[in-house]
């Protein structure tokens, strides 16, 4: 089971890894595409569209992480004002809601991916694109982010601190 749980947290460390990779290229790409125009070039094709590209997957592959490292804006503000056992129920409470938020996002994602595959429906830009490959995403990514969730629904750790301000 060991296994499992260090395979699961090196695919999740993974996946935030390709989204700082993509944020790389994002940078690289905005300055690229602003050289080639003050230039009086015409930016490729592709530069533009693999920056749309980059910035849906950068935010789906690393919300997962995020909600593994408490990365995820919430306020603080109600729960440093309850007390210790009220403050365990309501962030468990919270919790649970995300779950299911994420469990309906990741059904729904994952309907519209098997209907992209089934149509073979195509993202016609620059060029002609599976929308498979980008709708793909959001199943995995939002049931990954239900799987975390459930973390502070079931286990020790719990999502709010009960510290209101900034601690960082």
Not at 77 to 99: D, G
Not at 155 to 168: F, K, N, Q, T, V
Request: include cysteine.
């Amino acid at each position: 089971m060991q296994l499992v749980g260090r395979l699961y947290r090196a695919f999740l460390y993974a996946m935030a890894g390709i989204a700082g990779v993509m944020l790389v290229w994002l940078m690289i790409s905005v300055i690229l595409s602003v050289v080639m125009r003050n230039a009086g070039l015409q930016p490729f094709a592709w530069l533009f569209t693999s920056s749309e590209y980059a910035i849906l997957y950068m935010t789906m592959l690393g919300a997962p992480w995020l909600v593994r490292e408490k990365g995820h804006v919430h306020i603080e503000l109600v729960t440093s004002a309850l007390p210790p056992s009220m403050r365990r129920l309501v962030s468990r409470l919270v919790a649970a809601l995300c779950v299911l938020v994420s469990a309906i996002l990741a059904y729904k994602g994952a309907e519209l991916f098997l209907g992209n595959i089934a149509r073979n429906d195509l993202d016609v830009r620059a060029y002609y694109f599976p929308k498979w490959i980008l709708t793909l995403a959001f199943p995995v990514s939002f049931g990954l982010m239900a799987i975390e969730f459930s973390r502070f629904v079931f286990g020790d750790d719990l999502m709010h601190s009960g510290e209101a301000g900034i601690h960082e």
